[in-house]
């Protein structure tokens, strides 16, 4: 499982998925790999998305995940059909789903959970 952004928020969540048994693969930015978590750690968001079905990214803000996701050797390039991306970040939801981004390739349809209560 892809894990990027193992900050203040995303370490202790990417702790747990290992404790529960998932593997963590991620690339480091600002934040060093905790001692207590066990991941690997490749050179790229790409080649996470080539690795893993699942990537989760957790950012501080909506420029860090277009970059992630969209940026060079980003997501976006390692990403295939069938592979989901989930996006936990603090940010707007909308952002990251603009249209002129999602047609650049047709692996990905953008999904929304969002409760309008």
Known sequence: ?????????????????AGAGHEIVTVLNRSP??????????T???????????????LPDTPDVERVLFGSSGVLEGISAGKLVI?????????????????????IRPSFGLSRS
């Open 33 to 42: 790999l905790s001692t207590d978590l066990k991941a690997s750690v490749v």
């Open 44 to 58: 790229s968001p790409a080649e996470v998305a080539r690795i893993c079905e699942i990537i989760i990214t957790m």
């Open 1 to 17: 499982m892809g894990f990027i952004g193992l900050g203040v928020m995303g370490a202790p969540m990417a702790r747990h998925l």
């Open 87 to 107: 996006d936990m970040s603090s940010i707007s939801p909308i952002a990251p789903a603009r249209p002129e981004r999602a047609a650049r390739t047709p692996t």
